[in-house]
């Protein structure tokens, strides 16, 4: 029997809607939506003169894709802000990036329907490559406004040290 890692009572898939994005150690608040984490490794053929007239493949670069953050438009300035690290306009000639900070480390945690960390990745060298303030303002649409911050990586892992915590039970009675 294979062994399983975890919660072995557990038979449900996690839902993806229950999530908190981290970075300077701290919740971001009001994150609605975080793109998906994709890594693509490039296929590096090749073939010796003596074989069939097959090719051999085997794993070249590998790249990970940018990932992109989306929440309601409030006072918050925490995009802002990073966004501010990678281009200020109004920073002087020489000073419109921060090369000192301008790249963090993202947590990702999925959450249970409890509202318990059941996986976390932990993503690294992050910078924010594009920044949209605002959506399209439409005065007839009935939808909340919209901000997006697109970050640039340089990988990611699962966090092996997070322990899958024991779901609670209820006691009926």
């Known amino acids: 029997m294979p062994l399983i890692k975890g919660n072995p009572s ?5 839902k993806n809607f229950k999530f908190i994005v ?5 919740p971001v608040a009001g994150v609605s939506k ?3 984490l994709k890594r693509t490794t490039e296929v590096v053929k ?7 007239s097959t090719s051999r493949k085997s794993p070249g670069r590998t790249e990970y894709d940018a990932i992109t953050l989306e929440r309601g438009v409030t006072h918050d300035e925490a995009f802002e802000r990073w966004a501010s690290k990678v281009w200020d306009l109004n920073a ?13 480390d993202l947590q990702i945690d ?14 690294y060298r992050c910078w924010v490559s594009e920044y949209q303030p605002l959506p ?11 901000m997006k911050l697109k970050l640039e990586n340089e990988g ?7 322990a899958v915590p024991d779901e609670p039970t209820l006691n009926a009675g």
Do not use: C
């Not at 981290?22 to 701290?26: L, S």
């Not at 090749?46 to 069939?52: A, E, L, Q, V």
């Not at 999925?110 to 993503?123: C, F, H, K, P």
């Not at 990611?156 to 997070?162: A, G, I, N, V």
């Open 22 to 26: 981290r970075w300077d150690g701290q």
């Open 156 to 162: 990611w892992e699962r966090d092996p040290d997070l």
């Open 92 to 104: 002087g000639r020489g000073a419109e990036v921060s090369l000192a900070d301008f790249r963090k």
């Open 10 to 14: 557990r038979f449900d898939p996690y």
């Open 110 to 123: 999925l959450l249970n329907e409890a509202g318990q960390t059941v996986i976390r990745y932990n993503v």
């Open 46 to 52: 090749h073939r010796d003169g003596g074989d069939p």
């Open 136 to 146: 399209d303002l439409d005065a007839n649409a009935n939808a909340v406004a919209i």
């Open 34 to 36: 975080v793109s998906m």
